[in-house]
């Protein structure tokens, strides 16, 4: 991006900052879902209101702080204000990341060492984030790592610190903080103390479960804003156990059927006011996820499918799930005002998904006969 002296001028006095000092030569850093390696770098100016994703590692080519003492990559999610200036320091040797203030002079003397915002792929990055909100953001403990806890998968924690030798330390000191994204039992998706018909109707459709986790998490919106920041987590810091939350958000969102087709038959899903409102949002944001699954998947790293060797056929699972779902709930009147945005959307996730060699169906007329749910999900049988 070139930019004109006035230009610069204007974008100075009316960005913000995300000030990254100590970063070794050789070592790798990005905003947004760039990933470079620096050479005399200080972080980024001209940075615009909203949601922004600092990322910092030590990098292959790093001849400092490459120890396997130091998580594969550390991150700062969070909200900016308009010029806002956020200035992080890392110290030498590894240990807390420190917050600072520097004053107007102290800028400017860093200049030459800050790069311009990523322009180029803001557009991507809002498709990528838009739905995760302030509230959101805040089950973030600030800085966090390849390593920092979610709350409900510390078996994934300790896997990830087996891959690099570092078994036991998942408590150790600067890991006691816990992301805190939704925690709930996929396999166990019906109400304690149900029937035995809910227990069979609410262990393949997962609807039950979808309202009293988003009643319990501000609500479908918020739901989905969890599920993009789960992803930014595991395909930007490669923060294992945000994996497995991504996998139990995605799964509870395409096997809600019923709740999909008509939202107003689960009030617990949403608080006080008209339902009827309500309701037409959840079908709103029902799309807004297809679309987010566009993002995602256009957006996946390259070493995502060695990494996770089972994420294709987790997606082409998850995807089918929702489209018997969806297809079914077109023919409900509620969504008929949306069926040219939802074949839209749906046009959309099949062309992504095939550049990438995998096969989507399109979106039935109708219903389908379900098959019995298998798999990583599948129901436990239990006694009632």
């Known amino acids: 991006m070139s930019l004109t002296q006035n230009q610069a001028r204007v974008l100075w006095d009316a960005g ?168 709930f039992d996929l396999k166990r998706s019906w109400r304690a103390g149900a029937p035995a018909e809910d227990v069979t109707r609410w262990s393949r459709d997962k609807s039950d479960l979808w309202a009293r986790v988003c009643g319990a998490h501000g609500g479908p919106r918020a739901l989905l804003g969890h599920t993009a920041l789960a992803y930014i987590l595991f395909a930007q810091v490669w923060n294992a156990p945000a994996l497995g939350a991504y996998r139990r958000l995605v799964a509870l969102q395409c096997r809600a059927h019923a709740a999909l087709a008509e939202p107003e038959l689960f009030a617990d899903a949403f608080g006080s006011g008209d339902m009827a409102g309500n309701a037409q949002d959840a079908r709103e944001t029902a799309l807004a996820f297809v679309e987010l699954l566009v993002a995602q998947i256009g957006s996946l790293p390259e070493h995502a499918a060695v990494e996770v060797p089972d994420l294709e056929e987790f997606f082409e699972g998850e995807i089918e799930a929702l489209r018997r779902g969806l297809g079914a709930a077109l023919a409900v009147r509620g969504w008929w005002g949306l069926a040219k945005r939802a074949q839209a959307a749906w046009s959309q996730l099949r062309a992504v998904a095939a550049k990438r060699g995998w096969s989507i169906d399109t979106l039935p007329q109708g219903d389908e006969e379900e098959d019995e749910e298998e798999g990583e999900y599948a129901p436990v049988v239990v006694e009632t």
């Open 16 to 183: 913000g900052f995300a000030v990254l000092l100590g970063v070794a030569r050789g070592a790798e850093a990005g905003l947004d879902g760039t990933m470079h390696v620096v050479g005399a770098f200080a972080g980024y100016k001209f940075v615009p209101p909203g949601l922004h994703a600092l990322v910092w590692g030590a990098g292959e080519g790093s001849s400092e702080g490459a120890a396997a003492a130091l998580p594969l990559r550390s991150a700062l999610i969070k909200h900016w204000g308009s010029r806002e200036r956020v200035v992080l320091t890392l110290p030498e040797g590894g240990g807390e990341v420190e917050s600072m203030t520097l004053e107007e002079a102290g800028l400017r003397a860093l200049d030459p060492r800050l790069a311009s915002y990523p322009f180029a792929g803001l557009d991507e990055w809002k498709r990528l984030t838009a739905c995760i909100s302030r509230e959101v953001a805040d089950v973030l403990p600030g800085v966090v790592d390849s390593f920092t806890p979610v709350e409900g998968e510390q078996d994934e924690v300790e896997a990830a610190l087996r891959d690099v030798g570092r078994e036991g330390e998942g408590g150790a000191e600067g890991h006691r903080k816990t992301i805190r994204l939704p925690v």
